[in-house]
């Protein structure tokens, strides 16, 4: 078989295993009730992410490749980029150990910033839906539950001003600053994001790629197990800290899982260009 084949094949079966697990991870918390807003949010953030892993399966061609398939890169990187958001947002809100104070800080500016959005949305399309009322209701007192927060006071006053101004973000951190404290290489993940975005976008580049893309040939073959290894990489991280999160109700992991997500975690954790 086609060294380049062979290797699509690997990446496929590897997210393959990795979704099986993950599916059966979430089933395994049937008829639990969530402790807290933490375990709460990191099964549903989860299952999302998870959701996005079973599309980019089902976008993902299989050998043999007929020659007249068209092959539709931009959707595959788009719902890989979107799989790797959420699990920057798992990470932010439960994966990632702080202490009870940063946590409920946390939920609050997440909260926020989710609210603010929808004001937003509602605004723009001119809506007078009763909805509007109750979210400025809710924005009030989420502002003002974090502005009041002990966390904040440890914060810069730019941000203190964001909030106070209705310009919240999702996260106080960085993705450079989140990916320091859970371990990921800065430069591996900000490489990730660009490259998928370079085919998400519509610029002359992803035009071109994807006219030029002929079924079956290597090149393409590459290009589209990419993605699949991204996912991978960030899904087995999150498998592991919804593994650490929901024991003892998790089901047995298979050796050579292990082995994968620890292959991946060491992409992750020193990037591409320091692995040897």
């Known amino acids: 078989m086609e060294d ?6 690997e ?16 089933d395994a918390q049937s008829g639990y009730v969530p402790n807290g807003d933490r375990e709460f949010y990191a099964e549903r953030i989860f299952t999302k992410m998870v959701c996005h892993g079973l599309s980019l399966q089902r976008l993902t061609p299989s050998p043999p490749f007929p020659g007249d398939e068209l ?9 890989a980029r979107s ?8 990470a932010y809100v439960s994966l990632e150990p702080v202490d009870e104070k940063e946590r409920e800080f946390r939920f609050l500016l997440w909260k926020l910033h989710a609210q603010e959005r929808r004001r937003e949305m509602l605004r723009l399309i001119g809506s007078a839906h009763p909805e509007a009322l109750g979210i400025e209701t809710n924005i009030a007192a989420l502002r003002s539950a974090i502005l009041g927060h002990p966390f904040t006071s440890t914060l810069s006053p730019a ?11 999702p996260y106080h951190l960085s993705r450079a600053e989140r990916d320091a404290r859970t371990g990921i290489d800065r ?7 660009m490259h998928l975005s370079a085919h998400v976008h519509t610029h002359p580049f992803s035009i071109h790629q994807l006219f030029d893309f002929r079924a079956g040939n290597p090149d393409c073959v590459r290009l589209m197990a990419i993605p699949l290894r991204y996912c991978s990489a960030f899904l087995g991280r999150a498998i592991l800290g919804i593994r650490q999160l929901f024991a003892p109700r998790v089901p047995v992991m298979p050796p050579h899982l ?3 997500i620890t292959n991946w975690g060491e992409v992750l954790s020193k ?3 320091n692995v040897g």
């Open 4 to 9: 380049h084949v062979q290797k699509y094949r």
């Open 83 to 90: 799989l790797i958001e959420t699990y920057e947002a798992l």
């Open 71 to 79: 092959w539709d890169i931009s959707s595959s990187y788009a719902v």
């Open 271 to 273: 990037g591409v260009k």
């Open 187 to 193: 430069d591996y993940h900000a490489a990730v994001i």
């Open 159 to 169: 941000f203190r001003g964001k909030v106070a101004r209705g310009e919240t973000p």
């Open 11 to 26: 990446a496929y079966e590897e997210l393959s295993d990795l979704l099986t697990h993950a599916v059966a991870l979430i």
């Open 258 to 260: 292990l082995q994968i």
